[in-house]
């Protein structure tokens, strides 16, 4: 868009806004909630922009990951009015569409030619839609994610650790391709000596209380084989949750958990997980991408010293989805402005500045771009994750399913309660309880 | 106060009323006991009503159907005791409920135990005891969230001060066990840091129960020529035992509904072994959002903890009457 | 309750000084968490995680100042060109690389603890005293009933009464308002004030009432010129113990506020730095929280041992 043009569509937003300012006090502030996270400081940055195009007093109300979701799923169903615009995450879509929480977005994207199209699909059908692959938008595809891996490149370039691990295993030390292969680096590394300090072989999510465990272990799962339904949409279960893959998968990941976490990682999610990697006492840490351009400046452990990989495959190549759509909630004193944010988000330089703030774009001019996989160290493996991302149930339900998985896996994993397939088993329980509830299944 | 009062005595009070104007006095004056009575308590009730009667009884309403909160244009149906039926058959359910029966009762163990020595010493009534009976009571004046979070870091294996002075006493490397993260170790962590937190509070009301025990009675025994060791278990104990039950009652009732600090402390983990019932109560109202299901379990709970705690009031007047 | 002693024979000085060093032993092992909190207040991020944990460190004031504000990362170029830095705050952050880009919620939040703490104390000992002195000195009909039904009120798990509070107060307009708060925590409290306040009430002799009202007091009159002066110990010992609940309460301030009204106690627990809880700022946050009720507790410390038995201990 030319500077000309990018300087009309300002005034004339901004003239709209005037024009709203009369109706409400409130037209020319905004509140954008978000979690608290690297990639809302680089939104902060970025809004700076619309703030000085349209006058637009914005405020930012950023809650930390394990309360984000009790506590915005809470403001919504409070009737509260604390958010205008809401990146809310990609499980929420189904319940904030069917109560009316979000407004929907297809005339609005009609009528300023704003295409879906020009996201990538995979997004737009995570953060977007509601019911899934339908054209019914709720949100536009604001942050692409993905859990992602990165270990200490320095370290395993050191040469007298290729010799050992070479002679152990009888191939290089690398990035693990595989999940057989991520033991094996993990337990090569765990309790090893470096630079003087007893290091760890990696750092992986097992959170109890809101959603981290089921995160990093479907991380496992889902490359084994792990589906929720035999037939999408069937509510199928039995034979896909707990398949010989799931449960392999689940039994991977535990003795990943067993064999090569630093102690104490018992209740860890992302902010845990960084902590173990900057402060040098693991090899390996798996992790959103969203923390990604933060971590390769690092002042101790970024630059040259780390590298980042793709989720190790094993039966089949997948990772576990993250990021979110922004959407406008239904309950906003000021529409305008919160449709006129989202526009201006929507077009292609502003979504490329996003992407060099730090900013995970998913707009197809950024990701088409060239020069997209060289322009950071992680680029190229953003694009792989991005293209076999698997997500979690988006059901209304959403979060009852979520707290039975979390409960099972805790139970499993960590607190060593029973077998992997009982895990499982029992989880089809809560589930099919649970969908018999909604009308799902018949009872 | 007492002087102000004789002064009143003397006759001021004439004075006073002359200074209301007379209408008002007379309207005051006219108020019957019963109306002032009424005008006294009825907002207090009202205010109980409000804000507890009607929520408790809108709960029980709630829990025969399948409301849920987060979903406001869903139809509301009535599921008889659907909801009861599934709390009460749950195996979790039960889970919840021994964790808490496990906290509750060592909690009033140790802080008994200790609060009651701690109580009897400063009885003794050594110098600089009344300052050093402030600091003591410092812990029970915090937040429990605040707490809870804390010692979340104090507890960790490696950056932890806990970890770290056991260490210092026993050898034992800090990072080689976790208090939070280890499924036996872990109902233990909690029962720390409420017993640190509330222990203050048993010593008062025991110390209260020490010091209603007239000396006469020990003068007595002293005349019998009886013991002190015997002093101790036929005086002492008897005569502060309604107080120690006033305490174990507070805090039995207290800690059965006990939420905050663990939340913040362990969340509920490992897996579920510190998940309370309050804890599992709040992840049905507030994160599943099955309201009717929540509510019956609230239902239950309250149910609960007002039977024992009748029951135990029942004992506790009996203690009283002897 | 100062001056008596049991024993005709009082304690020896040796098992007094025993008791002393044991209790002394006691209370400086539960100060230790305490002192870990404001020392770590006044740490450096770096140094509040490093292990074994230090307990000699240069003193910063980095927590306090993160504390109170929220800052960027920023280029050496970026900060270079900034000029001189206003304040030791700002210079304490530019050693991070970082900048200044405006105030925390922490002030807000505290403020907000201020406001309902108080306001529902002041409340709830107003309706209590009045409620307190009904059922003393009138026959109320049902009365024992009524002051169980009140006290029971206090049994119930403060989540399962969240749950329909929080719809009623989706109704209302009132979640997330400070005089939805304020009403909850003087319902809450008022039960307590009630059984506290009639315990204090009780000890006041009727015949300064009736001694009153011959000379021409009204009863209104001698509630409040007779009465009330004679309870303000009562009222004091009252007023703490619902201070503490309503400043320190977490339970119904996290489910019913998310912005606007929230209070201390959610709130502090959600302060993070850069990846993982910034603890510096986190124990400054809980040191400041402190000190309000930490000095009325010392004020009124005599109260506390009456209080907290329900009024049960009769001087």
């Known amino acids: 868009m030319s500077r000309a043009l990018k300087l009309t569509l300002g005034m004339t937003t901004a003239l709209s806004l005037t024009a709203a300012a009369s109706v409400s006090a409130k037209a020319d502030e905004l509140t954008l909630c978000w979690a608290a996270w690297d990639p809302a400081n680089a939104l902060v940055e970025l809004s700076k922009d619309f703030e000085a195009q349209t006058g637009t007093e914005m405020s930012f109300e950023f809650v930390p990951w394990p309360n984000f979701a009790d506590r915005i799923l809470n403001e919504l169903n409070a009737g509260g009015k604390l958010c205008d615009l809401l990146i809310g995450d990609s499980q929420w879509i189904g319940g904030s569409a069917e109560n009316g929480y979000y407004v929907k977005l297809n005339d609005f994207f009609e009528a300023e030619n704003i295409s879906m199209d020009d996201f990538a699909a995979a997004a737009v059908n995570a953060y977007s839609t509601w019911p899934k692959g339908t054209p019914n938008y709720w949100a536009l595809p604001a942050m692409g994610d993905a859990n992602g891996w990165f270990y200490r490149k320095d370290w395993f370039s050191r040469p007298e650790l290729q010799a050992e691990f070479k002679e152990k295993y009888g191939r290089d030390l690398a990035p693990p391709q595989t999940w057989d292969e991520m033991k094996e680096v993990g337990e090569f590394f765990q309790g090893r000596e470096i630079d003087g300090k007893t290091v760890y072989g990696a750092a992986i999510f097992t959170e109890r209380a809101s959603e981290g465990i089921t995160m990093g272990a479907t991380s496992a799962m889902y490359p084994y084989g792990f589906k929720y339904e035999n037939t999408p949409g069937s509510y199928d279960m039995e034979g896909a949750v707990n398949s010989p893959e799931a449960v392999a998968g689940l039994e991977a990941y535990k003795e990943l958990y067993k064999c090569c976490t630093p102690p104490g990682y018992t209740d860890s999610y992302m902010t845990e997980g960084l902590d173990a990697f900057k402060s040098g006492q693991v090899a390996m840490a798996m992790n959103w991408f969203a923390f990604f351009p933060g971590l390769a400046k690092d002042e101790n452990v970024g630059g040259d010293k780390i590298g980042f990989f793709v989720n190790p495959k094993q039966n089949i190549a997948a990772s576990t989805l993250g990021g979110q759509g922004i959407s406008v909630v239904a309950n906003t004193d000021n529409m305008d402005g919160a449709l006129a944010y989202i526009k201006w988000f929507s077009q292609p330089d502003v979504q490329k500045k996003w992407w060099d703030l730090g900013g995970y774009s998913v707009h197809n001019d950024v990701l088409n771009d060239p020069s997209f996989k060289d322009s950071q160290p992680f680029a190229a493996d953003f694009l792989v994750a991005m293209n076999q991302v698997q997500d979690f149930w988006q059901e209304p339900s959403y979060a009852i399913l979520l707290q039975d998985m979390q409960k099972r896996l805790h139970d499993y994993v960590v607190a060593d309660k029973g077998t992997a397939k009982e895990a499982l088993d029992q989880l089809i329980e809560d589930w099919t309880e649970t969908f018999e509830d909604d009308g799902k299944i018949n009872n | ?322 | ?315």
């Open chain 3, 1 to 315: 309750m100062s001056t008596t002693a049991h024993s005709v024979v009082a304690p020896g000085r040796l098992s007094k000084s025993i008791a002393g060093a044991v209790v002394i032993i006691y209370a400086l092992v539960t100060m230790i968490p305490l002192a870990w909190i404001l020392l770590t207040s006044l740490k450096s991020p770096p140094d509040s995680i490093s292990y074994p944990p230090k307990v000699i460190f240069e003193p910063t004031a980095e927590g306090y100042c993160n504390l109170f504000t929220t800052r960027s990362r920023q280029t050496d170029e970026y900060i270079e060109s900034l000029g001189p830095p206003r304040g030791i705050c700002d210079e304490i952050t530019r050693k991070r690389n970082m900048v200044i880009v405006g105030e925390s919620n922490y002030w807000p939040r505290f403020m907000n603890s201020l406001i309902i703490g108080f306001g529902s104390t002041v409340l709830a000992v107003f309706l209590g005293t009045l409620a307190a002195y009904g059922f003393s000195r009138f026959r109320v009909p049902l009365a024992d009933d009524l002051l169980f039904f009140i006290l029971s009120t206090r049994m119930m798990p403060p989540i399962a009464v969240a749950i329909p509070i929080y719809l009623m107060y989706r109704e209302l307009g009132l979640s997330d308002t400070a005089m939805g708060m304020i009403l909850l925590y003087t319902a809450v409290n008022v039960s307590l004030a009630v059984w506290l306040l009639k315990g204090f009430i009780d000890e006041i002799p009727r015949e300064y009432e009736e001694a009153a009202m011959i000379d021409g007091y009204s009863r209104m009159q001698a509630f409040f010129k007779v009465v009330l002066p004679q309870a303000t110990t009562g009222i004091a010992a009252t007023a703490i113990f619902c201070l503490i609940f309503a400043w320190n309460e977490y339970a119904f301030a996290v489910l019913l506020t998310s912005g606007e009204a929230q209070t201390a106690p959610p709130f502090i627990p959600t302060i993070i730095g850069e990846g993982g809880q910034d603890w510096p700022a986190v124990a400054a946050g809980t040191t400041i929280f402190l000190v309000p009720i930490l000095v009325f507790t010392i004020l009124l410390r005599k109260q506390l041992l009456r209080g907290i038995t329900f009024g049960a201990v009769r001087k």
């Open chain 2, 1 to 322: 106060m007492n002087e102000r009062f004789s002064t009143t005595l003397e006759g001021t009070a004439d004075a006073a009323a002359r200074s209301t104007p007379p209408a008002v006095a007379r309207r005051l004056r006219g108020l019957s006991d019963r109306a002032i009575a009424w005008i006294f308590i009825s907002p207090t009730i009202i205010l109980l009503l409000a804000i507890n009667i009607f929520p408790l009884c809108w709960a029980i309403y709630l829990s025969f159907t399948n409301y849920r909160a987060n979903r406001p244009n869903a139809e509301v149906k009535g599921v008889g005791l659907r909801n009861f039926e599934r709390v009460l058959t749950d195996g979790d359910t039960w889970l919840a409920m021994q964790a808490t029966a496990h906290f509750v009762f060592w909690t009033i163990v140790l802080q008994t135990l200790i609060g009651f020595t701690l109580a009897y010493l400063i009885d003794r009534k050594f110098r600089g005891h009344a300052f050093w009976t402030t600091v003591i009571l410092i812990p029970m004046m915090l937040s429990p969230a605040v707490v809870g979070n804390f010692w979340r870091f104090l507890y960790q294996p490696q950056i932890g001060l806990f970890n770290y002075i056991v260490s210092f006493f026993t050898g034992v490397e800090p990072s080689s066990f976790q208090m939070l993260g280890d499924v036996t170790l872990a109902p233990w962590a909690i029962i720390i840091v409420d017993t640190w937190m509330w222990t203050p509070y048993v010593m008062l009301i025991c110390l209260a129960g020490l010091r209603s025990i007239p000396d006469y009675i020990y003068e007595a025994a002293e005349v019998d020529r009886a013991s002190p060791w015997r002093q101790f278990w036929s005086i002492t104990i008897p005569m502060a035992l309604p107080f120690i039950m006033l305490a174990v009652l507070f805090r039995g009732i207290e800690n059965f509904k006990m939420f905050d600090m663990v939340v913040l402390l362990t969340g509920g983990g490992p897996g579920s072994t510190t998940e309370l019932a309050s804890i599992t109560l709040k992840r049905e109202a507030f994160e599943s959002w099955r309201t009717g299901r929540a509510s019956a379990f609230a239902i239950i709970l309250f149910v609960a903890v007002f039977g024992l705690a009748n029951i135990y009031v029942k004992a506790l007047n009996r203690v009283k009457q002897r």
